[in-house]
């Protein structure tokens, strides 16, 4: 059973992104790199068949974007030459997720589901999002009344609980 990532993304790229009229476009591309601002999904241990939820942390609330599934995970300096013509193409016309550089690493995907700035996680899910890693489970940290005080807990990226993966799939797929 594929695992499902959230990784968050700055409220400037949501910005630029619904500005520049990539809302509704299906997602097919992201970038990770070695940076706290650029993490490695392969660090978090993504894999081929997963799905990573990007999500905003924007005015007290958790924003669902959309959901994308791992094809290929492929180092970014050989992008040219192990890409088909319509997934560079695709490189090019997402480059904006690059956010300043520092990529190291590209996820291709078939298309995913259309990326929206309106998704609200619910009160209750907030509350309850669950993440998994080696040493346990742990909840979002900051949430108080079904408001996201802080966004520290979600800053990289991060593998949901299976039961949390499955919210998020509904919500996305809502």
Known sequence: MPDAYTMLWTNDLCAYLKKEG???ERLVILFGGPFQ???????AGVKEG??????RA???????LGRMEVGRILP???VGELTTDEDYARVL?????KAGG????????PPGSPLRFDRAVPPDLLASLTYRSRRGERRIKHVEDGELKRSH???GIYRLAPESAAAMAALVAG
């Open 102 to 109: 520092g990529v190291s690493e590209v996820l291709l995907g």
């Open 93 to 97: 016309r997402w480059r904006v997720l």
């Open 58 to 64: 924007f005015r007290k609330r958790l924003w669902a």
């Open 37 to 43: 601002s650029m993490p490695s999904f392969l660090g």
């Open 22 to 24: 990539y809302e509704g």
């Open 153 to 155: 807990s979600v800053q």
């Open 50 to 55: 997963d799905h990573i939820y990007p999500v």
């Open 76 to 78: 970014y300096d050989t």
